[in-house]
């Protein structure tokens, strides 16, 4: 439940609600969590709403890219794609369901899908960032999964430009045009911090062993168009990933 006064004098809410996804091994318990993380914040936000009666000017939600699913594919996959049908998938179509509800509610509503969002403080980056410090960076297999992503600064950025413009407001793929595969990646990393990358990639069938389902998350990725967020009018600021690296130490 929430509080009604807290909606007095509010005009924006911006959620970014959810479970980790990388957070513990997916469990049917921690996918349950996952799931009803953001189905349950979504659905709080709109009774305190409709208790209150507060009309908003904006609305923003969170949701991702994983909506096209957990596959390898090459397609560059639009807003208006079909969703997958993994887990990922139904999840990011159960948030956004509950997203429509916000448009009696609000002026505006916008749904950013984000991809791999880079970042020093938390995610995927960090994880991965002391194996490579210490020159023991590996691949991950098969190598050629596409790896969609954006920077923490480039995300707060676009957050705050559809707050200054919501006349824009929109689903919107919510990634830089830096999309390497796996390999790729893995070799500017190492190359920035002066390390060798190891002759080998870590097997899919070992990641599976130790991450269960959630090892498709690295294994899989498929490139994302990001066409219709830089139609908006938005300036990506991080184009090349060496740089995001850099911004990121």
């Not at 639009?78 to 916000?102: Q, R, S, V």
């Not at 967020?229 to 990121?248: E, S």
């Amino acid at each position: 439940s929430i509080d009604t006064n807290a909606f007095d004098g509010v005009s924006i809410v911006v959620n970014l609600a959810g479970q980790s996804i990388a957070g513990k091994r997916w469990t049917k318990e921690y996918k349950n969590k996952i799931l009803q993380s953001r189905v349950n914040s979504s659905l709080t936000l709109i009774k305190g709403l409709e208790e209150s009666g507060a009309q908003l000017d904006l609305f923003i939600g969170a949701s991702a890219v994983g909506y096209y699913g957990m596959k390898l594919s090459n397609h560059r996959f639009a807003e208006d794609d079909l969703p997958g049908n993994d887990f990922l998938a139904t999840t990011c179509i159960a948030w956004e369901k509950n997203y429509e509800k916000f448009y009696k509610h609000s002026k505006y509503v916008s749904v950013l899908r984000f991809g791999l969002i880079l970042s020093g403080k938390g995610g995927f980056f960090p994880k991965i960032e002391k194996s490579f410090k210490l020159g023991f960076g590996v691949s991950l297999a098969p190598g050629n999964q596409i790896m969609s992503i954006v920077h923490i600064e480039d995300v707060v950025r676009f957050i705050f430009y559809l707050i200054q413009n919501p006349e824009k407001s929109s689903v919107y793929n919510v990634v830089s045009d830096i999309q390497p595969t796996y390999d790729e990646m893995a070799k500017t990393i190492a190359k920035h911090f002066g390390k060798p990358l190891l002759p080998f990639r870590v097997p899919v069938w070992l990641l599976n062993l130790f991450l269960g389902e959630q090892h498709k998350m690295l294994t899989t990725g498929v490139a994302i168009n990001n066409d219709k967020l830089k139609n908006a009018g938005f300036n990506l600021k991080y184009f090349r990933l060496v740089d995001a690296l850099q911004n990121l130490i």
